[in-house]
């Protein structure tokens, strides 16, 4: 077997592609996005951006329905969107393997929430693996796939942050070729009307049962006797975190956690004079060793946020050097908008209308940041719109209510809450910032933008067409860089009592191949009033004069700021002048 280093996410790809995963389907969203992307890479398998993560899972199950193996990705809170399909497909269960790939995000790198992946499977009856390293997220795909076969249910592999986008040496192999079952026409076992859903939730008993069995053989899960003083119970990369901090200790780790294997876990126990949890967002693991009556040391770990060596050996009495010092007074930096993203050029004008702003979930989030200070909400995908609309059905006076959300985002969950505005018959203004990609989680296609996963052409999403046929009184187009053109639309659609779509089309930035020359500031003309400032611009900034000064290393020439100067003070420069960001 070749030896390759790979991230978590890589190896993921090579598992199920090894497995003969037939169809890999998702929704991007870090840290889950690469798995797809690298699973496109490889021959013999079909891959698909679903336009949310419950259509990846339905479309999986139909793959799975007809006798091929099939690999669904999501993040933590994707499989929210797809817990519809989830929870009943752990009634019907599968003919070809169903795998769903789940990645959490402790700590919120990118995230609205913590959630921990192993509850909602607990509630939904479908057994977990859960990687510690690259090694095993190739091992436990591959497992998965077998066990969703020999156990008729789809299963879940449990990945987090560190584990998805962390690399280690992997042993890959090679490809094992999975003939299609055969179709055979079984109502009883997937038409989940009440009657059949009975008979299938007493099967599901039973395959639950026998999955027990499995998690105490299985050699996914094993103790490791060391030091018979302290016994630690961990799973996933937290067993990288206990193996580094307490190499002394003996450990139980687990990697299939859903069901747990009861009778291991009472054997290690017995074996050592004192028992701890140590697990990442927490207590699943510690709450079923209370329903086994096992007492557990106090650690003090918190259930918020990731875990590390340093924060797990401190848990024990140990004590360790700060991993970094910090740098006093050093300047805040904030994230922001890229310089020439066209969505500044909205929030801009809807700050200048001092609207009240349902935001979603986006690049775009970042305008609720100073200065532009935009946006008032951002709960989940698709619920800018609605909440627009709960918003102006609340009496909301303080400014005109507009709702606004991606291109992306819209195809994902955002149309049904435009079809209920319509449906209610009151109006109201929505923003759909067509950037021409998914540019957060790394500019995938989306069926809007009309890319494949694989990067080549696929049908695009006509918005304007969609949202007549949906019931928008009024549709128009603007060029958000045309900061002027923008504000007018905005305030002529708030003023009306209709139901108005704006679509802001302008491609991502860092899409734009051939950027425009830079600008400069006049420093003889600038007045100091901060108006570009307040754009935002990581190019633009104040010299020690409180003037404005702009990188032209950084600028990529949109021209807004020129829009936003009354003074003439902002002109074009050469890409070759070495101006140091004024004239």
């Known amino acids: 077997m070749a030896r390759a280093l790979m991230s978590g996410n890589e190896a993921v790809a090579r598992g199920a592609w090894e497995a003969g995963v037939a169809v890999g389907v998702g929704y991007p969203g870090t840290p889950s996005t690469e798995v797809l992307e690298n699973l ?85 009856h479908v057994p977990v693996f ?39 040496l992997t042993k890959a192999g090679e490809r094992t070729e999975i003939e299609r079952i055969p179709y055979e026409k079984r109502p009883q076992k997937y038409v989940m009307m009440p009657g059949m859903a009975r008979v299938r939730r007493v099967d599901l008993d039973s395959r639950l049962a026998a999955l027990a069995e499995y998690a105490g053989t299985t050699d996914a899960n094993r103790i490791e006797m060391r030091d018979v003083a302290l016994g630690i119970i961990t799973s996933g990369v937290a067993y990288q975190y ?10 139980l780790k687990l990697g299939f956690t859903n069901p747990l294997p009861d009778d291991l876990i009472l054997d290690f126990c017995s074996k050592v004079s004192r028992v701890a949890v140590v697990e990442e967002l927490g207590p699943y693991l510690s709450l079923r060793l209370r329903s086994l009556d096992i007492e557990q040391m106090d650690t003090g770990l918190s259930a918020i946020g990731e875990l590390s060596p340093v924060t797990v050996l401190r848990a024990f009495g140990g004590s360790a050097p700060e991993t970094r ?24 004008a809807l700050g200048k209308m001092r609207a009240v702003v349902t935001g979603d979930i986006g690049c775009y989030t970042l305008a609720a940041l100073a200065p532009l200070t935009a946006m008032d909400s951002c709960v989940c995908m698709g619920a800018s719109i609605g909440m627009a609309h709960g918003a102006a059905l609340a009496g909301t006076t303080e400014g005109p209510v507009v709702g606004v ?38 500019h995938q296609g989306n069926p809007v933008s009309g890319v494949a996963l694989g990067g080549g052409p696929a049908r695009a999403l006509d918005l304007e067409t969609l949202a007549k046929a949906m019931g928008a009184d009024s549709v128009r187009t603007v060029d958000p860089h045309d900061l002027s053109g923008t504000l007018e639309v905005l305030r002529q659609e708030v003023a009306e009592d209709h139901l108005s779509v704006v679509i802001a089309k302008a491609p991502c930035a860092l899409l734009v191949r051939e950027p425009k020359d830079p600008y400069a500031v006049d420093e003889e003309a600038c007045t100091k009033c901060g108006a570009c400032v307040r754009l935002g611009c990581p190019a633009i900034s104040r010299d020690e004069n409180s003037r404005a000064i702009i990188d032209t290393a950084l600028c990529v020439g949109c021209s807004q700021c020129v829009q936003v100067c009354r003074f003439d003070a902002i002109v074009r420069v050469g890409p070759s002048c070495d101006l140091g960001g004024g004239v």
Request: with cysteine; proline share 6%.
């Open 40 to 124: 496109v890479r490889y021959d013999g398998v079909r891959c698909e951006w679903a336009p949310n993560e419950k259509v990846a899972a339905e479309v999986a199950g139909g793959v799975s329905f007809g006798g091929r193996r099939a690999l669904v990705t999501m993040k933590h809170v994707g499989l929210n969107v797809a817990a519809d399909p989830l929870f009943t497909q752990a009634y019907t269960g599968v003919t070809g393997g169903l795998v769903y790939l789940v990645a959490d995000d402790p700590g919120m790198h990118s995230s609205q929430n913590e959630q921990d992946t192993r509850n909602l499977a607990a509630a939904a």
């Open 130 to 168: 859960e990687p510690a390293d690259s090694q095993e997220a190739l091992e436990f795909v591959r497992k998965a796939f077998d066990v969703s076969e020999r156990f008729d249910v789809p299963v879940i592999v449990r990945m987090t942050t560190r584990v998805s986008h962390s690399k280690s």
């Open 242 to 251: 206990v193996r580094e901090s307490m190499p002394d200790a003996s450990v």
């Open 325 to 348: 010092a910090q740098v006093a007074d050093l300047p805040p930096r904030p994230p922001l908008l890229c310089p020439g993203c066209p969505h500044r050029g909205v929030f801009h």
């Open 405 to 442: 959300i991606g291109d992306s985002t819209f195809a994902h969950s955002g149309m049904t809450g435009l079809l209920h505005m319509a449906y209610s018959g009151k109006g109201g203004t929505v923003v759909v910032l067509d950037n021409r990609t998914t540019a957060m989680t790394g």
